[in-house]
């Protein structure tokens, strides 16, 4: 999972949009969008050279960057992120990792005898 997070945010790529209006016609990355066929139609409309028609169709295009540096330096790290990092590793220790000598408060008292089994006297059982 991790290989995947590493390999897109150094990919870079490319995102084409062909608008006809304001309607998002087509949507394409890593090639170009897909007209929708209507200046080939304003072209067989108009049979005079003189005749220039303003074409309704946009095409846009995003460049996402990657990063391209993996490793980050410890000079750019504030004290607001290196307190972050030191609560965040306490925290992990206290509460995941648990105490040393600490003992539950049950371990000194047995559980209480079954004197009648309920499964039996109500004849539930499950199958």
């Known amino acids: 999972m991790m290989a995947f997070v590493v390999i897109f945010t150094t990919m870079s790529f490319t995102v084409d949009m062909h608008y006809c209006g304001d309607v998002l016609v087509d949507v394409a990355i890593f090639k170009e969008a897909k007209d ?3 200046e080939m139609a304003m072209e ?3 049979t005079s ?3 220039k028609r303003k074409s309704c169709c ?3 295009q995003v460049f996402i960057e990657g990063q391209d ?3 980050h330096s410890f000079e750019q ?3 607001e992120s290196a307190v972050f990092v030191a609560v965040f590793y306490k925290a992990k220790e206290l509460l995941l990792l648990g105490r040393e000598g600490h003992t539950k408060s ?3 008292y047995p ?14 059982f499950l199958i």
Do not use: F, N, Y
């Open 58 to 60: 946009q095409d846009k």
């Open 111 to 124: 559980p209480p005898e079954i004197i009648t089994d309920l499964t039996i006297l109500h004849e539930r």
């Open 36 to 38: 929708c066929g209507m």
């Open 77 to 79: 790290l504030t004290i």
């Open 69 to 71: 540096e993996l490793k």
């Open 49 to 51: 050279p003189e005749v």
């Open 106 to 108: 049950s371990d000194g």
């Open 44 to 46: 067989a409309i108009s």
